[in-house]
């Protein structure tokens, strides 16, 4: 067995390479070996027929494709096999990895869509089409590509084609619609066959927002399908979606992405998607337009069902209703095991997040519904499971069920985007490894398709400002890459093609309200934040350069937005830090640090981080680096005293000012003990809305107060991170307390309890309180440097970098200090113990470094202290 071993291929960041839209696609590779201080010297990659010699070159990190193009449909095999420094010989060849292009030209489109008609008694419908068809050659191979306006699933001779959930997915569908490429060569027969699809609303025509209302793309649903059969003599035969095709209604009758669905088995037609049945009585279709220059292949992998979680109890409420736990605040559908009943036996199911005084707590939805209705036929015991819905939730309310309802008679299936998982965290601390935890659902549950807000309400909106917010974090647990880049591609086209350059709210955008797309301090810095943290992370270059216009006309808009005197005078508001703790219920903007300041700071940021990606892609970034001064001065100026004293005794103030870099040298250090007392004075009780959340913890430690750091973090008082988990939540909350400590619902009309803005903190947990962060471009260099604080005496993370697994794992007994640390193949770490020895570098492979050091003394709190926010 060699000692180096490559894992296969894989192409920019797909999870899966059948039909992709990359017709040169990237390549990148892992080394795993024990070998230590192992670097690549050279690789030697086979592409088809196709070889590139052996290159000399350590690059194994999206590789450029320099064979042939591939054209639309063609498939490929590639294998690759490398040359350490020291080696003579090369490693063994990897597995072969497949990649398939889909359709890449407008041109390959023969297909129409197919428009069913619609029943006028029901508002969110679902609709059955089909067409069969006759081969009269073997098959050889077979491709279904497929999308809809709507939300579809294929069938095939009576199989279900794929495992995606809720395709095509949610785009700028007037800009971008997504089609899917399935393999469905075992599903046909030589001789006739028969297509079908469910249709319904989803986003396109469905409920969607917070308004109430519909058809924000179109008032009809439409199917757009090409099966294309290669048989062994060459010859191909098409099937498309056409005027051929019929439909009718489906036995689930009603299906919104808010309301839940209704599933009527007494209306069910066996066959349908089967040949031989006859539709006579179905309905024709209409042919409708589709610009097939919108097509594009995904970007990442589809929504798929991860995960089955146990029903935990089955109880009565106070009020007598049957109410099932499954133990965990999660996004996704009840699957059941129906029972035998009577024709007509209808059981309804309510969903919600908590419990609220024993009874299901539902008022946090609004105009969701939420509810879930199967009607049985009478013929005996059956499964189900709704289809084109999710919902957010821990609790179900059952109603109607025959008998008596047990755990065993259902189960939730999680549904979300099917992210490969890359990150994880413990310590010592149960309540901070279940606050990480839950950092993880809350991610989980609102990476469907979209990176939302929240799952569960009459929202579930790609609010820029969220995950401006949470990316770094997301990047760390989760391969985000291809999704994300899908998402800014949507932002890039509705902020350059729609909005003069100021990127929406949220993408994709509804007019939900009157006012019109401003220049909003931290949502458009996703703009910015988004692709660069992508950068950092991955090494894609390339995403830096699709998204540089995007990244320079919203820091464009946000300039002008600022003003000739940088001071926003034109500007009438900003969310500015959104949710700060002392917002009442119904005044979410109310903060502790105005808005002017924190855009003033978040101006300055953008602008040195477009001055660093200008220099990535090999531009002048002298403007940016020299605007950003600018706002430094200008935020200097305005908010702070020549000693370093900000205007404003808040929390994000202080963060802002330090970790945005707008002081002098001789201001940091009066500015780090002021914003330590600030904390202190805030009786180490978190105070930071959405905006300066992610800053305040990385400020202490930098300003030298670690103890107030993990003083802030280890707080199980409300307002805290820990307060949640001390009330039971499974995920985090959109406020510090959207659960009072009564166990009732906080009055405030928005409140989720599944929002991951405030879980970017688990970043800090990462980098500091772990110790693991890139220091080089797609973690080519580490950088190892935890800070161990009072409260944790150990902690440990491993992350999947593109060059492979990294893992730091430290324990601290007394004075005695141990870290175990192992870096990937191809890559170095610069490590930094807490001892106070310079930081040195290590190569490749495992390594153990143990040091005396002096443990952080806690903060010191004086006699009594005891401190109450609501007698603050």
Same mark, same amino acid.
Not at 188 to 196: H, I, S
């Given at each position: 067995?060699?000692?180096?071993?490559?894992?296969p291929?894989?192409?920019?960041?797909?999870?899966?390479?059948?039909?992709?839209?990359?017709?040169?696609?990237?390549?990148s590779?892992?080394?795993?070996?024990?070998?230590?201080?192992?670097?690549?010297a050279?690789y030697?990659l086979?592409?088809?027929?196709?070889?590139?010699g052996?290159?000399d070159?350590?690059?194994?990190?999206?590789v450029?494709?320099?064979?042939p193009?591939?054209?639309?449909r063609e498939?490929?095999?590639?294998?690759?096999?490398?040359?350490?420094?020291?080696?003579a010989?090369p490693s063994?060849?990897s597995?072969?990895?497949?990649?398939?292009?889909?359709?890449?030209s407008?041109?390959?489109w023969t297909?129409?869509?197919?428009?069913?008609?619609?029943?006028?008694?029901?508002e969110e419908?679902?609709?059955?089409?089909?067409?069969?068809f006759?081969?009269?050659?073997?098959v050889a191979?077979?491709?279904?590509?497929?999308?809809?306006?709507?939300?579809?699933?294929?069938?095939?001779?009576?199989?279900?084609?794929?495992?995606?959930?809720?395709?095509?997915?949610?785009?700028?569908?007037?800009?971008r619609?997504r089609?899917?490429t399935?393999?469905v060569?075992?599903l046909?027969?030589?001789?006739?066959?028969?297509?079908?699809a469910?249709?319904?609303?989803?986003w396109?025509?469905?409920?969607i927002g917070?308004?109430?209302?519909?058809?924000?793309y179109?008032?009809?649903?439409?199917?757009?399908?090409?099966?294309?059969?290669?048989?062994?003599?060459?010859?191909?035969?098409?099937?498309?979606t056409?005027g051929e095709?019929?439909?009718?209604?489906?036995?689930t009758?009603?299906?919104?992405?808010?309301?839940?669905?209704?599933f009527?088995a007494?209306?069910?037609l066996?066959?349908?998607?089967?040949?031989?049945?006859?539709d006579?009585a179905?309905?024709?279709?209409?042919?409708?337009?589709?610009?097939?220059g919108?097509?594009?292949?995904?970007d990442?992998?589809?929504?798929?069902?991860?995960?089955?979680v146990?029903?935990?109890?089955?109880?009565r409420?106070?009020?007598?209703r049957?109410?099932?736990d499954?133990?965990?605040?999660l996004?996704?559908?009840?699957?059941?095991a129906?029972?035998?009943?009577?024709?007509?036996?209808?059981?309804?199911?309510?969903?919600a997040?908590?419990?609220?005084?024993?009874e299901?707590?539902?008022?946090?939805?609004r105009?969701?519904?939420?509810t879930?209705?199967?009607v049985?036929?009478?013929?005996?015991?059956?499964e189900?499971?709704?289809r084109?819905?999710?919902?957010?939730?821990?609790?179900?309310?059952?109603?109607?069920?025959?008998?008596?309802?047990?755990?065993?008679?259902?189960?939730?299936v999680?549904?979300?985007?099917d992210l490969?998982?890359?990150g994880t965290?413990?310590?010592?601390d149960?309540?901070?490894?279940?606050?990480h935890?839950?950092?993880v659902?809350?991610?989980?549950?609102?990476f469907?398709?979209v990176?939302?807000?929240?799952p569960?309400?009459?929202?579930?909106?790609?609010?820029?400002?969220?995950l401006?917010?949470?990316?770094?974090?997301a990047?760390?647990?989760?391969?985000?890459?291809?999704?994300?880049?899908?998402?800014l591609?949507?932002?890039?086209?509705?902020?350059?093609e729609?909005?003069d350059?100021i990127?929406?709210?949220?993408?994709?955008?509804l007019?939900?309200?009157?006012f019109?797309?401003s220049a909003?301090?931290?949502?458009?810095?996703a703009?910015?934040?988004?692709p660069?943290? =992508?950068? +950092?992370?991955?090494?894609? #270059?390339?995403? *830096?350069?699709?998204?540089w216009?995007?990244m320079?006309? !919203?820091?464009d /808009?946000f300039?002008?937005?600022?003003?000739?005197?940088?001071?926003f005078?034109?500007v009438?508001?900003?969310?500015?830090d959104?949710?700060?703790?002392?917002?009442?219920?119904?005044a979410?903007?109310?903060?502790?640090?105005?808005?002017?300041?924190v855009?003033?700071?978040y101006?300055a940021r953008?602008?040195r981080?477009?001055a660093r990606?200008?220099?990535?892609l090999?531009?002048?970034?002298?403007?940016?680096?020299a605007?950003a001064?600018?706002?430094a001065?200008?935020?200097?100026a305005?908010?702070?005293?020549a000693?370093?004293?900000?205007a404003?005794?808040?929390q994000?103030?202080?963060a802002l000012?330090?970790?945005?870099?707008?002081? =002098?040298? +001789?201001?940091r250090?009066h #500015?780090?003990? *002021?914003?330590?007392?600030?904390?202190a004075?805030d009786? !180490?009780?978190? /105070?930071?809305g959405?905006l300066?959340?992610?800053?305040?913890?990385?400020?202490l430690v930098?300003?030298?107060?670690v103890?107030?750091?993990y003083?802030?973090?280890?707080q199980?008082?409300?307002?805290?991170?820990?307060?949640p988990?001390?009330?039971?939540a499974?995920?985090?909350?959109e406020?510090?307390?959207?659960?009072l400590?009564?166990g009732?619902?906080?009055?405030?009309?928005?409140?989720?309890f599944n929002?991951y803005a405030y879980?970017?903190?688990?970043?800090?947990?990462?980098?500091t309180?772990?110790g693991?962060?890139?220091a080089g471009?797609?973690?080519?260099?580490l950088?190892?440097a935890?800070?161990p604080?009072p409260?944790?005496?150990?902690?440990?993370?491993?992350?999947?970098?593109?060059?492979g697994?990294?893992?730091?794992?430290?324990?601290l007994?007394?004075?005695?200090?141990?870290?175990?640390?192992?870096?990937?193949?191809?890559?170095?770490a610069?490590?930094a113990?807490?001892?106070?020895?310079?930081?040195?570098?290590?190569g490749?492979?495992?390594?153990r470094?143990?040091?005396?050091?002096?443990?952080?003394?806690?903060?010191?709190?004086?006699q009594?202290?005891?401190w109450?926010p609501?007698?603050?």
């Open positions: 067995m060699s000692h180096v071993q490559v894992a291929v894989t192409f920019e960041h797909h999870r899966k390479a059948l039909g992709i839209g990359e017709s040169t696609p990237r390549l590779w892992v080394v795993r070996t024990e070998l230590p201080d192992w670097r690549q050279a030697e086979e592409i088809g027929e196709w070889s590139s052996r290159v070159s350590a690059g194994s990190v999206l450029a494709w320099d064979a193009p591939l054209v639309s498939r490929r095999s590639v294998r690759v096999r490398v040359w350490g420094e020291a080696a010989e063994a060849w597995e072969v990895a497949v990649v398939e292009a889909g359709l890449l407008p041109g390959d297909a129409q869509l197919a428009r069913p008609a619609l029943p006028d008694d029901e419908p679902v609709v059955l089409l089909r067409r069969e006759t081969l009269d050659k073997p191979r077979a491709r279904l590509y497929a999308t809809a306006q709507g939300v579809y699933e294929a069938e095939l001779n009576g199989s279900r084609v794929g495992d995606h959930v809720l395709a095509p997915g949610w785009t700028s569908y007037s800009h619609l089609y899917q399935y393999d060569t075992d046909l027969t030589e001789g006739v066959n028969a297509l079908g469910q249709l319904a609303d989803g396109f025509r469905g409920y917070f308004t109430g209302g519909r058809a924000y179109g008032e009809r649903t439409g199917l757009f399908a090409q099966l294309e059969v290669e048989h062994p003599d060459g010859s191909r035969t098409t099937v498309t056409d095709w019929r439909s009718t209604a489906a036995p009758t009603r299906a919104g992405i808010y309301s839940g669905e209704t009527d007494r209306r069910e066996p066959g349908w998607s089967s040949p031989g049945l006859d006579a179905w309905m024709p279709v209409e042919l409708g337009s589709l610009d097939v919108t097509l594009v292949a995904p990442g992998p589809p929504v798929r069902r991860t995960q089955v146990p029903a935990q109890a089955v109880t409420s106070p009020s007598g049957v109410l099932v499954f133990g965990q605040n996004v996704g559908r009840i699957r059941f129906l029972p035998d009943a009577p024709a007509g036996t209808e059981i309804t199911v309510r969903h997040e908590v419990l609220e005084h024993g299901l707590g539902t008022r946090p939805l105009k969701a519904r939420a879930d209705v199967v049985l036929d009478g013929t005996g015991p059956r189900w499971e709704p084109f819905t999710f919902h957010g939730f821990r609790y179900a309310e059952v109603e109607g069920w025959p008998g008596e309802l047990t755990t065993a008679d259902l189960e939730a999680v549904v979300h985007t490969r998982p890359t965290f413990t310590c010592s149960p309540d901070v490894t279940k606050l935890e839950n950092v659902w809350g991610m989980r549950g609102n469907v398709d990176p939302t807000d929240c569960q309400r009459d929202e579930r909106l790609g609010w820029t400002g969220d401006e917010a949470f990316v770094p974090t990047a760390y647990l989760y391969d985000t890459a291809g999704m994300l880049r899908g998402w591609a949507d932002l890039a086209v509705e902020q350059l729609d909005f350059g990127p929406p709210l949220y993408v994709p955008f007019k939900l309200l009157p019109p797309v909003e301090a931290g949502w458009g810095d703009a910015v934040v988004v660069w943290t =992508l950068y +950092e992370r991955h090494g894609d #270059a390339q995403l *830096l350069a699709d998204q216009p995007s320079t006309a !919203w820091l /808009a300039t002008s937005a600022a003003g000739p005197d940088l001071d005078a034109g009438p508001f900003m969310l500015g959104w949710l700060d703790p002392i917002a009442p219920p119904d979410p903007g109310a903060a502790r640090t105005p808005w002017p300041l855009a003033t700071a101006l953008s602008a981080i477009m990606a200008a220099a990535v090999g531009r002048d970034g002298g403007e940016y680096a605007l001064e600018r706002v001065e200008r935020f200097r305005e908010y702070v005293t000693h370093g004293r900000v404003y005794p808040a994000t103030a202080y000012a330090l970790e945005c870099d707008l002081l =002098l040298p +001789e201001q250090a #500015a780090g003990r *002021l914003l330590a007392e600030q904390v004075a009786g !180490w009780h978190i /105070a930071t959405f300066g959340t992610p800053f305040v913890a990385d400020a930098n300003a030298g107060a103890a107030g750091a003083e802030l973090l280890l199980r008082e409300n307002p805290s991170w820990l307060y988990v001390t009330m039971g499974t995920t985090v909350w406020r510090w307390d959207s659960m400590p009564d009732s619902i906080n009055p405030g009309e928005m409140t989720s929002h879980g970017a903190v688990a970043d800090w947990l990462h980098r309180v772990a693991l962060a890139p471009p797609g973690y080519r260099t950088r190892v935890p800070r604080g409260g944790i005496t150990s902690a440990a993370t491993t992350h999947e970098t593109p060059y697994t990294a893992s730091v794992s430290w324990t007994e007394g004075s005695a200090f141990a870290l175990d640390l192992v870096v990937p193949a191809n890559s170095t610069q490590v113990l807490p001892d106070g020895s310079e930081a040195f570098e290590v490749s492979g495992r390594h470094f143990e040091r005396t050091v002096t443990p952080v003394a806690p903060v010191e709190k004086p009594g202290f005891n109450h609501d007698e603050d």
